[in-house]
């Protein structure tokens, strides 16, 4: 296989591998958002429970249902700690996939950069071989215009 159809097998490899990182990425970055929209939504349903239990402390309270109110808002708090610990995990998985997509950037960079040296170096090759025919063919004319 010829250097510039394996540099071209390179980077067409390498870009779908970039792509298939970015298309992981966007998938963990929706997860985190859920992730915290769940969060979000724990955190505001406790303050609005929580207002719930003042308002029905100003009005008065058997201590059965204070008890209630409590232990519903202890198991909040403890859904809202899961929430955390798993917005915790979200972050880093998004954090490796965004490491792994600037690798897989890189990788291919470093391949275009192969790729482009190449074909300048094509470029110049003919530039020269060319500028040696023209120089050829002048010095022909040169020498049937001295006879």
């Known amino acids: 296989m010829p250097a510039s159809k394996a540099l071209d097998t390179l980077l067409e490899l390498a870009t779908d591998q970039r792509d298939a990182a970015a298309v992981a990425l966007g998938k963990l ?3 985190h958002q859920h992730s915290k ?5 724990l955190v ?3 303050e609005e429970y929580r207002r719930q239990l003042e308002a029905s402390m100003a009005e008065g309270l058997s201590v059965a249902s204070l008890d209630n109110y409590r232990r519903f808002l202890a198991s909040l708090d403890a859904a809202i700690a899961h929430q955390c610990q798993s917005l915790d995990h979200s972050e880093q998985r998004v ?3 965004k490491t792994q997509w600037q690798a897989r950037q890189r990788r291919l960079q470093s391949y275009d950069v192969l790729a482009t040296r ?3 170096s094509a470029a110049r090759a003919e530039a020269k071989s060319e500028q040696q ?4 063919y002048a010095s022909r004319l040169g020498a049937r215009g001295s006879r």
């Open 29 to 31: 970055n929706n997860a």
């Open 44 to 46: 505001t349903y406790r």
């Open 118 to 120: 190449r074909r300048d």
């Open 37 to 41: 929209q769940q969060l979000d939504a």
């Open 95 to 97: 954090a490796g996939g």
């Open 133 to 136: 025919t023209n120089d050829e």
